[in-house]
């Protein structure tokens, strides 16, 4: 479906004709410029880069409807005569490219949009686009579900791996992180909670309530997060850091010790993994029908009673997945298994078993008891396995087993670095076996084959 209204067919043939005059700098399908997602093979947009998402949601918890409006800015990694941007359903009802109205198309997952005038490579642009309708769960190859849920009293919209595309208007891969400010207006009586700090809350005359956040820092499409439902915003701080608080009263009660202790968690890993990245924090708990939690930027969301060994793996994420993101998927367990693996550090030192008696213990099952030893975690093989049980278990084993063969203090100089150096950027798995290389000054190339990439027990 391609709508152009009369008055703009003048302009798109201007545009046609521009485009033809570009046409040796603008070829109509530029080479990518990274390799595309293996697993997602339709998500991500080919020939630019996003660096701000602005948006607006106005949403209606009885009906579900959602009214969107998202404004992009990007820039062209090559010219452009068309680009595209992932959003799943919805009805889109304008799109201008530089307050220029430009045509567009939709179909599997994408708008499709031809600018008015061409884009030149090297260019900043920007996209506003406004769309509406009530969006999707959408359900991942391994059955789990993300996306926008409606809930009893609100909504939760979780995006991992490609779940934002249900909401928003985006590039949705990780490769592609960009600074977000999220405003979100909701009756008066609901909360309205999503990443970074809390710029405003703002009673409008039709008495609906907007609340305006901020994420500044880049960040992944799909950490993007949008909680709406009833209890008490709660705000408090670590240190010099502001905290926002959303608990289903529901939830409250058996939430508490876990979400009380978030300081503590913060202070702990930010002593062993560097300052913490962001300039807010907190936590969301909702009543949803999700079975997991999401490390969403800067305020994780738990669809449960969290305990505090959780709180400990979504906070670890802030570092191993948030400030430091993915180049592609089949990286996922340069997320999952630190985050695991500092869930069993933590409890270490906190006067729990230490990480190595639970890797023992892990290694000595008998091969009825293993689930966890295949896929092997630095190539999962295909998306239904991002998040197989070996990605985490057999993934925090490995940085167990790394500890074991340079010793405590090289292991964690290692993640430090690690964290310090690609510090709100994307990095893969290459990457960090070249630096544990050299920080350990050992060759691990070997050591990491066995416990990466190939199958069954190390
Ligand atoms: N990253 C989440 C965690 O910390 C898991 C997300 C799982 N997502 C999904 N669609 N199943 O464990
Ligand atoms: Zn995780």
Redesign the pocket.
């Known amino acids: 479906m391609l709508i152009v209204s009369p008055a703009r067919r003048a302009t798109s043939v201007l545009a046609l004709v521009t485009a033809l005059v570009f046409a040796a700098a603008a070829p109509g399908a530029p080479a990518p410029e990274h390799p595309a997602e293996p697993f997602f093979p339709r998500g991500g947009n080919r020939g630019y880069e996003v660096s701000h998402y602005g948006v607006s949601l106005d949403y209606q918890p009885r009906s579900g409807l959602l009214d969107a409006r998202d404004v992009i800015e990007a820039r062209a990694t090559t010219g452009l005569r068309r680009f595209s941007l992932d959003l799943y359903g919805l009805k889109v009802t304008a799109v201008s490219v530089d307050g220029e109205p430009a045509q567009y198309s939709r179909g599997r997952g994408k708008v499709k949009v031809v600018p008015a005038t061409p884009i030149l490579a090297g260019e900043p642009f920007s996209v506003a686009l406004r769309y509406h309708g009530v969006p999707r769960k959408?359900i991942?190859p391994?059955g789990?579900?993300?996306g926008w849920y409606r809930t009893s009293d609100g909504a939760v919209a979780?995006g991992?791996?490609v779940?934002t595309a249900a909401w928003l208007a985006c590039d949705n891969v990780p490769r592609d992180k960009a600074g977000f400010d999220i405003e979100i207006t909701v009756p008066a009586g609901v909360k309205a909670v999503s990443n970074g700090r809390l710029v405003s809350r703002h009673t409008l005359k039709s008495g609906q309530v907007r609340w305006s956040w901020s994420e500044p820092h880049p960040m992944a499409t799909y950490l993007a997060l949008v909680d709406i439902g009833a209890g008490k915003l709660v705000q408090g701080h670590v240190g010099k850091l502001p905290t926002w608080t959303l608990v289903d009263p529901r939830l409250v009660k058996a939430s508490r010790a876990a979400i009380d202790s978030l300081p503590e968690i913060i202070r702990w890993e930010s002593r062993i993994y560097g300052p913490y990245p962001f300039s807010a924090a907190g936590s969301v708990v909702d009543v949803a029908n999700?079975?997991?939690?999401?490390?969403t930027q800067s305020r994780?969301i738990y669809a449960f009673a969290p305990n505090r060994t959780?709180v400990v793996?979504?906070t670890a994420?802030q570092w191993f997945?948030d400030s430091v993101s993915l180049e592609r998927w089949p990286n996922i367990w340069l997320?999952?298994g630190f985050?695991?693996w500092t869930q069993w550090y933590f409890a270490e030192q906190h006067g729990g078993r230490s990480a190595q008696q639970v890797f023992a213990e892990l290694y000595r099952r008998p091969a009825s008891q293993t689930g966890f030893w295949n896929p092997p975690p630095g190539h999962p093989g295909q998306a239904k396995n991002?998040?197989a049980v070996s990605t985490?278990v057999r993934g925090a084993m490995t940085l167990q087993a790394l500890r074991d063969k340079i010793g405590t203090p090289d292991l964690l100089r290692i993640l430090r670095t690690w964290a310090t150096e690609h510090r709100y950027g994307n990095a893969d798995i290459e990457e960090f076996i070249a630096l544990a290389n050299r920080v350990s000054g050992e060759p691990l190339r070997g050591f990491f084959h066995r416990w990466l990439f190939e199958r069954g027990k190390p």
């Not at 999700?290 to 490390?295: G, R």
């Open positions: 959408v991942d391994d789990s579900t993300e979780v991992e791996p779940g999700l079975q997991y939690a999401l490390e994780p959780t793996h979504e994420h997945g997320n999952e985050a695991t991002l998040f985490y």
